[in-house]
């Protein structure tokens, strides 16, 4: 019975063989039939994780994706485009502003075609997966900033504005309705400034005369940051003033979150070195290590004292950066990070040249019966 019990399995098994390769092979003609017009639209609906993972189940789904990376890309960016004609109510009431690419990929559209001497190409812009990948991480990286720095910023208000302090003190009811609408009003007034930071700090990065050893220490830096000023979006001196006071905001609220381990006044730079070691995701990085913190302070008992936390080893890995970054620069500490030469110069003296210092500060994002978040620099006045 055995060798006749053996020779049956085995039947089984060639004939569950022969199925699988029946089936697998009919899958692969269903793709191969599918017009292109359907399959890129099917495809556009997945997300990039997705993409990539049918990318990698057969040979005839990679083929196909390969071939029309370009058509896909760009069905998958009109997809995540809202229409242009929508109003400010509409945009107010919207579901998630990470759903929507319109603006970002204005900021950073896709990179011009590459020209070679054997391929002749056509004028298109090269729409293409890592394009997409790179516009979703940067656009990841406006909402997470702008939602943490608007966190801080309220958290900030409510514990030091002299009107605002009290009531919070003293209110018993509402307290997380009034805090989660004051982060959401302030959240979406600095969103669009925080993605204007990093189109700037990108650009200026990209700039083939900057050195990557001393981004911000050539003779050239200060006419370039200028330059990148003059022209889109900063043309428009309303988005200038507003990318100046977030960039305000930013840099203050990052000074006060590394004190007490690091002295105010030496703050600047480390803040300098942040900005110059990288654009804005270090400082997510940061954010996010100190509202972890928080979160585990405000939740443990009051006995408890805290020797370590997230933060300050997010201040050790800036030590090893700075030595590094010295290493690379051969030069002293002192002097060679300025905040001031990273953006506010330059910015200052386009405002000063458009005549726009002094100006109107702007109005204050409220928080509590009439108290707000001021989005302001030296040079604001209020409005007689």
Partial sequence: MSPIFDRFRSAVRDLRKRKYKASSSQEHCVWKRLPTSAFVNIVAQCTLDDVYSLSLTCHVLHRRIKQNEYSISQQYLRRRKRGRDITAHEEA??????????????????????????????????????????????????????????????????????VAKVLWSSSKTEKDYVYTKGVSLLQSRILRPVAYLIFFLESYASNPRIPSAKPFQTHHSANIQESILQHTP?????????????????????????????????????????????????????????????????????????????????????????????????????GSLRLRGIWFEAAEKELNRRESLPHISEEPVPILHGSGVMLRCRYCEDER
């Fill in 93 to 162: 009431n919207t579901s998630s502003p990470g759903d929507d690419l319109t603006f970002i990929s204005d900021l950073f559209p896709p990179p011009p075609p590459q020209y070679t001497d054997e391929v002749t190409q056509d004028d298109r812009p090269e729409y293409s997966f890592g394009y997409l990948a790179d516009l979703t991480r940067c656009w990841t990286t406006c909402i997470r900033l702008s939602y943490h720095l608007a966190a801080y910023a309220v958290q900030h208000h409510l514990r030091t504005d002299s």
């Fill in 234 to 334: 900063f043309n428009d001196t309303e988005a200038l003033l507003s990318t100046h006071h977030c960039m305000h905001l930013l840099c203050s609220s990052v000074r006060r979150m590394m004190t007490p381990d690091i002295p105010y006044a030496s703050t600047e730079n480390w803040v300098s070195l942040l900005l110059t070691m990288s654009t804005l995701e270090r400082m997510v990085q940061f954010f996010i290590a100190a509202a972890e913190d928080g979160n585990e302070e405000s939740s443990a008992s009051a006995s408890t004292t805290f020797t370590w936390n997230r933060r300050r080893e997010f201040l050790l890995q800036m030590r090893k950066d700075l030595d590094e970054y010295m290493a690379l620069t051969s030069d002293g500490f002192s």
